[in-house]
């Protein structure tokens, strides 16, 4: 996780002096590591000011200086699932990053914590993503909501909301559609499920957007959140791949840009490896300490 980046921020910290070929060398650093120009800048300007105020006297004292400074960047977010009342989950994210595995993930997670799931499959666009959800279902003692291909999302989502309410369920998983659109499409369809979600009677505290993101994408990831975070306002991310992270910038830079904290991080194979985000751990990693 991480290491490639944080192994090299540790090296560079290491240099002898922080003079200002130190600080160039650290601002390149952080672009190749796609934090982006700006937020580079941003950081590397900070670290010099505080740096020079506060006098590091090791490495670790600069690496912890550059931890503070991070962490303003990033969020970490716990839905909370009422027990006595039904929460709904919209799932979003392209085709490829792990959004259906991230959604049978957490239903063996919120399974575990004892609540009561079902899945919903709203991407009625590919046979496969219906297909598939179901192969989950059976395997975790799930209940599913599904139509034929083809179908209107927005139904799915409504036969879901209308049927769990009636069984007393108390958590739906909602996965939606991954191919890459755009942007007005995306609008069109994620606002009807909004509309669908909200005339079912599920308010704002029980109603959760989350966008999947493949960690290892970097730049395409904040090309993503952008989109989708423009088309239905995103509570969280949840981090697939998690265990070979190569471009944790991407994240900070987010968290920056959108303000979008991270919920969740998929780190293996199995339907046990789902863990809420520790800020903390991903900042350590992040600057070599």
Do not use: W
Request: charged share 25%.
């Amino acid at each position: 996780m991480l290491k490639g980046f944080g192994s090299r921020l540790k090296a560079l910290f290491g240099v002898k002096s922080f003079n200002e070929k130190f600080y160039e060398d650290l601002e390149d650093f952080l672009i190749e590591g796609d934090l982006g120009a700006t937020l580079a800048m941003e950081i590397s300007d900070e670290l010099r000011k505080v740096a020079k105020s506060e006098k590091p006297a090791t490495q670790q004292d600069l690496q912890q200086m550059m931890k503070r400074l991070l962490a303003t960047k990033v969020e970490a977010y716990t839905p909370e699932i009422d027990k006595n009342s039904l929460t709904v989950f919209l799932i979003l994210g392209v085709n490829g990053v792990g959004k259906t595995t991230s959604i049978a993930k957490m239903a063996k997670m919120y399974k575990d914590q004892g609540y009561d799931v079902m899945l919903a499959a709203g991407d009625t666009f590919r046979a496969a993503a219906i297909d598939q959800l179901e192969v989950h279902a059976q395997r975790l003692g799930c209940r599913i909501v599904k139509q034929k291909n083809g179908s209107d999302p927005g139904s799915v989502v409504y036969d879901a909301i209308t049927s769990a309410q009636a069984k007393g369920e108390q958590l739906i998983l909602v996965d939606t559609a991954g191919r890459m659109h755009n942007k007005e499409n995306l609008l069109r369809e994620l606002s009807k499920i909004d509309k669908v979600v909200k005339s079912r009677g599920v308010d704002e505290a029980h109603y959760k957007k989350f966008l999947v993101i493949d960690s290892t994408t970097g730049q395409n990831g904040i090309s993503q959140a952008d989109l989708f975070n423009q088309a239905v306002k995103l509570d969280a991310l949840i981090l697939s791949k998690y265990d070979s992270l190569a471009k944790g910038g991407a994240l900070v830079q987010i968290g920056q840009k959108f303000g979008i904290p991270i919920s969740f991080v998929g780190t293996g194979e199995t339907y046990s490896d789902m863990h809420p985000f520790d800020k903390d751990e991903f900042l350590d990693t992040l600057v070599g300490l």
